[in-house]
């Protein structure tokens, strides 16, 4: 027997859902393809190839017996994955796909540009450093605060420490592409001093709601004030490096901050120590040697 859909409800759904995603204008040539592709994606996210549907009057398609099945089992399929995820982040909650992710992180960046919540650091900043990188990072990497480079260009990590971060991540046999670097606080603190107490507690919100809309399985804190932004203690990074932390269901090594490195360079080794470490948690292997 035939499964009757509503079809005007599934595409109104489905241009809805597209409309959280910042779609404004869907050319459509065929009101049947259009359709098509609402029951699609209303059902499952995956594509089921269950032949052409019939249609059963102006408002309704019914599609053929033997989907049926194939309908089900991709719904309890989707329902199981997401299930799994939900449990294995914990605090996350829902997994986001791709388009969700750079949505959410668009608005937040808007938030984040129209901040004013530390008088000082907006008053005296170029424009906000939010965050740049893959949606969907297996690392991220936590740094600080931007520096007059940083508060120049609206990117972090471009300056000198930026280009060893660069070094150590080629190190590491990995693309910065591939990954996801922000910092704890949005604005430059005039004359690149450390960030207050204060003004960290301001960003707060904004670095974990990325780190929770970005859903990374690792996260490289580097250096003291990411640490312990991040980790909400007062151990040195001395004491916390060499062993893993968990940050709702990321695991979390501590490091040098590359600006610490530059001033300290024998302190390299011990941040190649940490990220050796990394590496092989994440099941990468070493070719490089530390140089």
Known sequence: ??????????????????????????????????ARLSIDVALTDEVIDSGPFTHAG??????????????KEASQKKAQLNEGVSASNGAYGPALDVRQ???RLNELRQAVTECTRCPELSSCRTQTVFGTGSPSPRLCFLGEGPGADEDRLGEPFVGRAGELLNRIISACEMRREELYILNTVKCRPPGNRNPLDKEVSNCREYFEQQLEILQPEFICALGTVAAKALLNTGESLGRMRGRFFDWRGSKVIVTYHPAYLLRTPEAKAKTWEDMQMLMKAMGVELTLSNS
């Not at 009757?4 to 109104?12: A, E, F, G, Q, S």
């Open 101 to 103: 992710r750079i949505s």
């Open 58 to 71: 102006d408002d309704h398609a019914t599609l053929p017996d033997n989907a049926t099945m194939n309908v």
């Open 1 to 34: 027997m035939s499964n009757t859909i509503d079809l005007n409800k599934l595409t109104r759904q489905y241009l809805e859902s597209l409309g959280k995603f910042g779609v404004r204008d869907l050319p459509a040539k065929s009101g049947r393809r259009l």
